[in-house]
């Protein structure tokens, strides 16, 4: 004889009120509102490197070769030209489809974030990013920062989720971290992490995780492939260049250049050392890469980067240190003497309501020369958002990268402890990641922003692992009371 069926009302009462689809509706549509309010309240800036990007993509769009820098890839180019064949050239497309993409990363962010913790957990972390100032102000930017953010959120999402190794699965990994190659060429060093972490952590047999990996390595070479090719065929690094003019712009802020270096080209080093003469600030040392024609030219960069190297060599104790600065620059809790610099993510999150120096569109910031400008000028508008980015921005040094990153390190060792291999390795693959930029010295805080995306899912992890540790003693206070009181 069978049981009688449960009352509706005692099923749905089993049911747990937040579940991670909730999770993700709920974090997702306060990203959203915060997005429309963006989206109404602040205009597409165009930076230097904007332009650059918008030359590129109107070379696509006219069937020719980007004909961008050597450290440039052409996936943010190429992204632009879609959206201005399908929606013709302005800012209106750029800004509808960047704003999309960050209400997209933080579901994602937030999918994640439920696969390594409880949904209660998951939905603070999505909260938390569908907030956070950073990033968000990179949606009204022509830059790379918001596609690269999604193409790394959803990978990790994918790399998360619980259950065999599908092909599907794999194939989309690939694309998602091709395409974060190509917007982001330092992501190179992510990669391998994220493929092995999502092997690693899928269940069944090791042999039916092996197809759906080399699905995955084989949709990432579609997407690097061709570029990799044309740049073979002229002669160029086979991704991107650039890291020894990058060195020496660290190493020249950081005053750590031998100035009396006779290995040097002698006309190379003239040129460098009367760009920085008047000092060693952010503008006197791209002024000397620039000079020497170095972001253009692969053996001028090389000669830079070999002077900065016998430099660094030279003087170990003051690369160290240059170092932990740079670190701090990552976290955006840089010293503003050490190097000189100003502090840009503050003044990015400034400039949509500012009015301009007047000889250019108000949200137009010394950005060049490239086809149908006048498409794009857009006036400044000081929304409620910007007001408030306003009022706090200069109060908002290293929040909330330096927690993130404290609590990284801690999931980091928790996991490690716990054999948690899939989590270790995503951690780790951040910490490359972040390690790349500080050995280069390089101090702009923006670069960061990608390892971010990693860092969110630690803490999640992280605060699972507290609060089932707490729950564990709770509990085990509860039994010892129990057997205290008991008959």
């Not at 030209?81 to 579901?107: D, E, K, N, S």
Request: hydrophobic share 50%.
């Amino acid at each position: 004889m069978t049981a009688p069926p449960a009352p509706a009302a005692a099923v749905s009462s089993a049911r747990p009120l937040l579940t991670a689809g909730r999770a993700v509706q709920l974090a997702s549509t306060v990203s959203a509102a915060v997005h429309a309010l963006l989206l109404a309240g602040c205009p597409l800036v165009l930076t230097p490197d904007s332009g650059e990007y918008l030359n590129a993509a109107a070379n696509m769009l006219s069937g020719q070769a980007p004909g961008m820098q050597d450290h440039r890839t052409p996936g943010y180019p190429a992204i632009l030209a879609a959206i201005f064949w399908l929606c013709g050239p302005g800012p209106g497309g750029v800004l509808l489809v960047q704003h999309v993409l960050a209400v997209a990363t933080t579901a994602c962010l937030t999918r994640a974030a439920c696969a390594v913790s409880r949904p209660s957990i998951g939905l603070a972390v999505g909260l938390v990013a569908a907030c956070e100032p950073w990033s968000m102000l990179f949606a009204t930017y022509a830059l790379t920062e918001t596609t690269t953010l999604f193409c790394i959120a959803a990978a990790a999402a994918i790399a998360t989720r619980r259950g065999k190794a599908g092909w599907a699965a794999g194939a989309a990994l690939g694309v998602l971290l091709g395409s974060a190659v190509m917007l982001r060429p330092a992501l190179q060093s992510v990669v391998p992490f994220m493929l092995i972490a999502w092997v690693i952590g899928r269940t069944g047999p090791w042999k039916e995780r092996l197809g759906p990996a080399a699905a995955a390595v084989a949709a990432g070479c579609l997407i690097v492939g061709p570029w990799v090719w044309h740049n073979m065929q002229r002669g160029r690094p086979p991704i991107a260049g650039g890291s020894g003019w990058v060195l020496f712009y660290g190493a020249a802020m950081h005053s750590l250049l031998d100035r009396d270096d006779d290995r040097v080209n002698p006309d190379i080093r003239r040129v460098a050392l009367d760009a920085l003469a008047p000092g060693a600030s952010d503008w006197h040392a791209m002024q000397a890469v620039w000079r020497t024609n170095a972001h253009t030219d692969p053996l001028a960069a090389a000669e830079l980067g070999a002077w900065a190297r016998r430099s660094i060599a030279r003087h170990p104790g003051a690369y160290a240190a240059a170092v932990w600065h740079s670190l701090r620059w990552q976290l955006h809790a840089g010293d503003a003497a050490h190097p000189p610099m100003y502090d840009e993510l503050t003044f990015l999150l400034r400039r949509p309501g500012m009015a301009g120096d007047g000889r250019q569109p108000p949200n137009f910031q010394n950005v060049g020369l490239f086809p149908e400008a006048a498409r794009f000028a857009m006036p400044p508008h000081a929304g409620p958002l910007q007001r408030l980015f306003d009022a706090v921005g200069e109060h908002l040094s290293g929040i909330p990268q330096v927690p993130l990153f404290i609590a990284a390190v801690l999931a980091a060792a928790v996991s490690a402890w716990r054999r948690r291999w899939p989590m270790v390795t995503l951690i780790a693959g951040s910490f490359a990641f972040l390690a790349a930029h500080c050995l280069l010295l390089v101090p702009v805080s923006r670069y960061a922003l990608p390892a971010m995306s990693i860092w969110f899912l630690a803490a999640a992890y992280l605060a699972e692992e507290v609060a089932a540790f707490l729950g564990s003693r709770l509990l085990g206070r509860a039994a010892r009371s129990a057997g205290a009181i008991g008959p």
